[in-house]
């Protein structure tokens, strides 16, 4: 009986020492667990400023991604759909579209129509895809310049983005250098970037100018857009004569009167 005695008192001791073993465990795994929220509350803190940074920096250049959904999950690399992975939904769309003309998308003239159709907004809004960096390409050159620099007359084809429908016209560019210049074909190409794009004429000046403020740190930028209107023209007021002239003048162009006069002569002259 007594070894019998011993034996379970033996399991007992053993049991409690198993018991404490446990408990002496569980106070590390705790810890270690505490440790582990604070790591991660501090890298979730870390890749919100992150992704702050990055959208501020994508606000800035205007690379035209500024709302982009890809930029809103950190689990993601920023790669949005090819601009072929696109076209399939956007053929369905217009299909649709013309069903609900009323028209037979299977008759002949319209089989292909809404593949053609996507294609061609695809183009008409490629300045989704262009940054300002990239048409730049290094095109900024030092030169002792300081004399005002026009180019004007650039064409311009957008499309309105409250009736999806085009407006074009022409493009004038003024800026007084402060010893760079820039490729002049990389101003007509600045107005691409931001033309090709859903537009109102407002924003398309300003954003122009502002481009070019970026691209070589001018001591003023001066640009005049002259548009029509497809949505005056075609729908509502139908007035096909009218014609709608924006400007943005930024540093010297807008202080300084004189130097104002000089590029809006030099814009209009013939």
Do not use: W
């Not at 106070?27 to 940074?53: G, H, N, R, W, Y």
């Not at 890809?70 to 601009?83: A, G, I, N, S, Y």
């Not at 640009?223 to 509502?236: F, I, K, S, Y």
């Amino acid at each position: 009986m007594k070894p019998q005695t011993s034996e379970q008192n033996g399991s007992s001791q053993n049991g409690d020492s198993a018991a404490d073993a446990v408990s002496v465990a569980t106070i590390p795994t705790a810890e270690a667990s505490a440790a582990s929220s604070t790591d991660l509350a501090v890298s979730k803190s870390s890749q919100q400023l992150k992704l702050e940074m990055l959208n501020m920096e994508l606000a800035s250049n205007g690379s035209g991604h500024e709302k982009c959904t890809f930029h809103h999950d950190l689990e993601l690399d920023h790669k949005p759909p090819t601009r072929e992975a696109l076209l399939p939904d956007m053929a369905r769309s217009y299909r649709l579209l013309l069903g609900g003309l009323g028209e037979n998308p299977d008759r002949q003239g319209l089989i292909k129509t809404p593949e053609r159709a996507a294609k061609a907004m695809l183009y008409f809004t490629k300045g989704y895809d262009q940054s300002l960096e990239d048409v730049l390409n290094g095109a900024v050159f030092d030169e002792d310049h300081d004399e005002m620099v026009v180019v004007k007359d650039i064409e311009m084809f957008s499309m309105c983005e409250h009736h999806l429908v085009p407006f074009y016209g022409k493009v004038s560019i003024g800026y007084l250098p402060c010893n760079k210049i820039l490729g002049l074909s990389k101003l007509a190409r600045i107005v691409e970037i931001f033309s090709r794009r859903l537009q109102v004429q407002e924003r398309l000046t300003k954003q122009i100018a502002v481009a070019v403020t970026q691209a070589v740190q001018p001591a003023g930028v001066a640009v005049v857009v002259e548009g029509v209107h497809m949505c005056m023209v075609m729908r509502g007021v139908q007035k096909i004569n009218s014609k709608t002239v924006t400007s943005t003048m930024l540093g010297v162009f807008r202080d300084d009167p004189k130097t104002r006069e000089e590029f809006l002569n030099l814009v209009n002259s013939k």
